[in-house]
């Protein structure tokens, strides 16, 4: 019999939990940080590197990959695992928030949502059926159902109506998944910065019935005082024997507020992002290498950190390399920020296992109060 998806609650230090999700395909020990593989790759990494740096789940992205190389081209090639070397667990996302973005792209109805490509602009029409298809196609292990994210700010009646028909295109979207053991799918709660709408969307999901929940329509330019005042109650209000997902966060101080509030699961594109800008993120804040300060410093980037750039490498030569736009750049700097955001998590996860989340909490701002060790 083919393993089921499961998630156990090992320990909690306030509203912060530390568990395991366990799949087919391995387990994912939370709160768990996901890169962001769009276009089935972590940009400037090999499979291998992002797996060294501690992660235990990737995400894939619906809508680029229905687009190009096409779903179907993938399953005939054995499945995203296979396609893109990576054979522990996956997550894909809906496609709905990137259809969303295309603006005048895109024409939205009950059935779903008519676009035209970015790529080519060729017509495509993204259902809740459709993406439950694509995904399954794709093989992904967690699978998220098909929703609406609409941009903030924006009126009550507007979220509303979006977080109603999001609601219905959710219980369309477990329909179509089916029963498939071994795969997971979430279901995504929306409601904007509205606590009734909140609640009124969290218990539809809990009556349609999921295997996780995400808290959606975050993160969207609503800014992070906003954000943790709705994390403040939105996890609450999600089953606490599931595992609680908040998408497309975020920077490092993000992550530990939202850990704080009970979110087990996140992810973002921010650590491969800043790599290629030549922006790194520390324990002590975030630096620019590209900064003329750099230019003679024989320290790496954080003397406490084992990641390759730092054991080998000086700012001297990464802020060079990445002046002369230098391929390795992207791949020494992005390798950097994404084993320091599993390192976070390895801290946070450990913190709470021990009930000090809170002496971890204090040292983690601490040390970012101090900023960027002095230049020679």
């Known amino acids: 019999m083919t393993q089921r998806f499961s998630f156990s609650l090992n320990a909690t230090d306030g509203r912060a939990r530390a568990g395991m999700i366990s799949t087919p395909r391995g387990e994912i020990r939370t709160p768990a940080f996901m890169p962001v593989g769009t276009a089935a790759t972590v940009k400037a990494m090999l499979p291998e590197s992002v797996r060294a740096t501690g992660a235990d789940i990737l995400l894939g992205n619906t809508y680029h990959l229905m687009l190009r190389p096409t779903a179907e081209r993938i399953a005939r090639l054995g499945g995203l695992h296979k396609f893109m070397n990576w054979d522990r667990p996956i997550l894909t996302d809906s496609g709905g928030f990137q259809v969303m973005s295309l603006a005048d792209l895109r024409k939205m109805s009950e059935a779903g949502v008519r676009f035209k490509s970015h790529i080519d602009g060729s017509e495509h029409m993204l259902s809740p059926e459709r993406s439950m298809e694509i995904q399954k196609l794709l093989g992904s292990d967690i699978v998220m159902c098909f929703d609406e994210c609409p941009a903030l700010p924006a009126s009550v009646d507007k979220v509303a109506e979006s ?88 920077k490092p101080d993000d992550i530990v507020g939202a850990v704080e509030r009970g979110i087990d699961m996140m992810d973002c594109v921010l650590p491969s992002r800043s790599g290629r800008t030549g922006q790194a993120w520390t324990r002590r804040g975030q630096v620019n290498i590209k900064n003329a300060r750099h230019a003679d410093d024989p320290r790496p980037l954080d003397e406490q950190c084992t990641c390759p750039a730092c054991r080998n490498y000086s700012r001297a030569y990464l802020h060079h390399v990445m002046r002369s736009g230098e391929i390795i750049s992207s791949m020494l700097l992005t390798w950097h920020n994404l084993h320091y955001f599993q390192e976070l998590m390895q801290g946070l996860r450990d913190a709470i296992s021990v009930g000090d989340l809170g002496g971890f909490v204090r040292g983690f701002h601490s040390l970012r109060s101090e900023g960027d060790i002095d230049p020679l």
Do not use: C, N
């Not at 498939?180 to 009124?200: C, M, N, Y």
């Open 163 to 250: 977080m109603r028909l999001s609601m219905r295109w959710a219980r369309r979207s477990r329909e179509a998944f089916g029963d498939r053991p071994g795969h997971a799918l979430f279901g995504i709660q929306q409601g904007g910065v509205t606590k009734d709408l909140r609640s009124e969307s969290a218990e539809k999901l809990k009556e349609i019935g999921f295997d996780g929940y995400a808290v959606g329509g975050l993160a969207v330019g609503e800014g992070q005082e906003v954000m943790f005042s709705v994390l403040d109650y939105a996890p609450d209000m999600l089953p606490t024997d599931k595992p609680r997902y908040l998408m497309g966060v975020g």
